[in-house]
């Protein structure tokens, strides 16, 4: 298995940039896809942005799109999530995700992930 902890969250103000880690321990972090999820107060949890394996493969939230860039390195079993031009609306608690899987697909649904962190919170005034 993996254990997840994000870093990076903050109180930030619109239009600022902040860069979210996530730091796996345990088994080899290439074996997993992976993601980072966010919720906000009173609303579901959402997927931002998801990762294959080897970092070939990503997708993200349409809202995210051009603003935020999901990465890892699996020699540091890391990923990361740079966020750039933030808006009010992407105050949330932010979650990374991992799935046991070696594929060259990236996974929305967060029922398929095996794995989360504690989580990390991002703030963003107007």
């Known amino acids: ?3 997840l902890v994000e870093s990076g969250g903050g109180l930030v103000q619109a ?3 902040l860069r979210l880690s ?3 321990s345990g088994r080899a972090f ?3 896809g992976a ?3 966010r919720q906000a107060p009173g609303k579901e949890r959402e997927i931002v942005a998801a ?3 080897n970092g070939a493969i990503t997708d993200y939230k349409a809202s995210v799109k051009g603003r ?3 990465s890892r390195d699996n020699a540091k079993n890391s990923m990361y999530l740079q966020m750039n031009s933030l808006k009010p609306e992407d105050t949330a608690a932010y979650y990374c995700a991992a799935k046991l899987i070696r ?3 990236t996974y929305a649904n967060d029922l398929l992930y095996d794995y989360w962190g504690q989580g990390t919170q991002v703030t963003v005034s107007s």
């Open 1 to 3: 298995q993996v254990q």
């Open 15 to 17: 239009g600022d940039s």
């Open 22 to 24: 996530c730091a796996a």
């Open 30 to 32: 290439s074996n997993y």
């Open 35 to 37: 993601g980072w999820f």
């Open 51 to 53: 990762i294959n394996w």
């Open 68 to 70: 935020f860039t999901i």
């Open 103 to 105: 594929s060259y697909s």
